[in-house]
């Protein structure tokens, strides 16, 4: 079983949807959870991190974790087709083996049509 | 803001030769890493480093060496280049302590 899984989609929402992105992971130790967003031939861009438990908003953004059921999740309110692109879930912690490394899901493919 | 830059944006290669991907930081980060991404594979970790000189071997460390001489430089290089090289290059860096790790805009390296 991979540490970290993520549904590739492609996820196709009209312009003002609201999107839920999600990952799981198996991995107990994990505590950091981040999320990036990239745009075609661009690098990864930080989005969202959070620390624990707990939802973390900015914007039109909310992460949450559930560690309990070991569930992130990346909403987006008011979605616009400016936020296209591929969104990775990225996870670490102090226990993991390769230390400040990130373990990345392989990212879920959004297109916000007009 | 932290801007961490790539050599190229893209690069076409022939087999066996020996290329260098280099990877520049501004924001004093000591932590330093190496990404390949492929579709279907995601990002898989080749090497990363800690501080100048050091470095550690990643998951997919075959076929690839690092290079930090200073600490705002860190190359990947591709000793003997092969087709099954051809990838999306990502140099990554963070402060030390801190999980959240800043890209660069990425290598597209194409072997023939």
């Known amino acids: 079983q991979k540490e970290v899984e993520q549904d590739p989609g492609p996820l196709s929402v009209p312009e003002g949807a609201i999107v839920s992105l999600n990952c799981t992971y198996s991995n107990s130790a994990f505590q950091y959870f981040m999320w990036y967003r990239q745009y075609s031939r661009k690098g990864p861009e930080l989005l969202m991190y959070?620390?624990?438990?707990g939802n973390k908003e900015d914007g039109r953004f909310t992460a949450q974790v559930d560690k309990s059921s070991k569930y992130i999740s990346l909403f987006i309110r008011d979605s616009q087709p400016s936020d296209s692109a591929t969104y990775l879930c990225?996870?670490?912690?102090?226990?993991?083996?390769?230390?400040?490394?990130?373990?990345f899901g392989k990212g879920t493919s959004l297109l916000v049509t007009p | 803001d932290v801007k961490v830059t790539q050599s190229s944006r893209y690069l076409v290669k022939r087999t066996g030769e020996k290329v260098f991907l280099e990877c520049v930081q501004d924001m004093d980060h000591e932590n330093m890493f190496w990404y390949r991404q492929d579709p279907g594979l995601g990002l898989r970790l080749i090497y990363f480093?800690?501080?100048?000189?050091?470095?550690e071997k990643g998951d997919i460390p075959e076929g690839y060496s690092v290079s930090r001489e200073k600490k705002e430089r860190f190359s990947l290089i591709l000793e003997s280049a092969s087709t099954n090289q051809t990838s999306m290059y990502l140099c990554?860096?963070?402060?030390?302590?801190?999980?959240?790790?800043?890209f660069g805009p990425g290598t597209r390296l194409t072997v023939t």
């Open positions: 480093s800690y501080d100048v000189k050091m470095k």
């Open positions: 959070t620390y624990s438990s």
């Open positions: 990225a996870m670490s912690g102090v226990d993991s083996n390769s230390g400040y490394a990130l373990n």
């Open positions: 990554a860096s963070s402060y030390p302590g801190f999980y959240e790790q800043y």
